[in-house]
C-alpha cells in the first residue's frame, strides 16, 4: 500500500508567476485535502475534493485554484504568485467516510522570491 | 467558528517526567478530535482520536466537553518523544480539520 506523494519537494518562483503542486493519494482514497503551512504555523485548510468535485473551501482567494483526477490524484495551482505564498503545502487523503482521519504526504516547499 | 489553541509553543520536560500538551477548541457542536505528530524529517501523522479512546505509544488523550479541552499527556516522557504536536478537530464525517500552532515538546536527557 502506498502512501500519499507529493511533487516536486521543493520550488522556487518569482512574485506574479504561477505553479502547479502535485498530489497522489493513498491507494483506497478518494477524497483529497490541501493545506498551507506557515513557518511556525499549523497546516491552513485550503480546499478539499471528493470524487473530482470540489466539496469544501478555507478562506483562500480564487488564484488558489485545484483539480481532482479521475485515478483520485490532484493538483493545486497558484497563480500570481506573492512573497506570502511561501509555505509548506501539504496534500492528506482518507477514505470516503473520514473515519480514519487523513494521511498527509511530505510536502511541497514553496518559495516565493 | 472552529478553532483550535495550543497556548503552549515550546514544552521542555527532562526524561521520565510527566508531560501534558494542552489544547481547547471552540466549537458549536459536536467535533472530532485529533492529534498528530511530526517527528524531525518526517511528514505528519496521526497520532490518537477521540473516538478510539486509545493510547498509542503510551500517549492518551481525553476530551473534556465541558472544559472543550483535549490535552495530551504521558506518564513518563522519553527522548524519541521529542516532536511537534498539533491538536486539529473537524466536523463528523469527511470534513476538513482544524489545526492549532502546534507545540514544540522537547524532552531533555
Known amino acids: 500500500e502506498t502512501g500519499v506523494t507529493q511533487s516536486p519537494t521543493h520550488l522556487i518562483k518569482t512574485r506574479g508567476q504561477q505553479v502547479t503542486l502535485r498530489c497522489s493519494s493513498q491507494?483506497?482514497?478518494?477524497?483529497v485535502s490541501w493545506y498551507q503551512q506557515a513557518l511556525g504555523q499549523g497546516p491552513q485548510f485550503i480546499f478539499q475534493y471528493y470524487r473530482e468535485e470540489e466539496n469544501g473551501r478555507g478562506n483562500f482567494p480564487p488564484r488558489f485554484s485545484g483539480l481532482q483526477f479521475p485515478n483520485y490524484s490532484s493538483e493545486l495551482n497558484v497563480n500570481a504568485l506573492e512573497l506570502d505564498d511561501s509555505a509548506l503545502y501539504l496534500c492528506?487523503?482518507?477514505?470516503?467516510?473520514?473515519?480514519?482521519?487523513?494521511?498527509f504526504g511530505s510536502g511541497t516547499r514553496l518559495t516565493v522570491v | 467558528a472552529q478553532r483550535v489553541t495550543q497556548p503552549e509553543k515550546l514544552l521542555s520536560v527532562f526524561k521520565g517526567a510527566p508531560v501534558e500538551l494542552k489544547c481547547n477548541y471552540s466549537?458549536?457542536?459536536?467535533?472530532?478530535l485529533f492529534w498528530y505528530v511530526q517527528y524531525s524529517r518526517q511528514r505528519l501523522q496521526l497520532l490518537l482520536r477521540?473516538?478510539s479512546r486509545e493510547s498509542i505509544k503510551g500517549f492518551t488523550a481525553d476530551l473534556n466537553k465541558g472544559e472543550t479541552s483535549f490535552h495530551l499527556k504521558k506518564p513518563f516522557a522519553q527522548e524519541e518523544d521529542s516532536a511537534m504536536y498539533y491538536c486539529?478537530?473537524?466536523?463528523?464525517?469527511?470534513?476538513?480539520?482544524?489545526f492549532g500552532k502546534g507545540t514544540r515538546l522537547s524532552v531533555i536527557a
Open positions: 492528506a487523503s482518507s477514505p470516503q467516510t473520514g473515519r480514519y482521519g487523513y494521511t
Open positions: 486539529a478537530l473537524r466536523n463528523s464525517g469527511n470534513t476538513p480539520l482544524v
Open positions: 466549537y458549536s457542536g459536536s467535533p472530532e
Open positions: 477521540h473516538i
Open positions: 491507494s483506497g482514497h478518494n477524497t
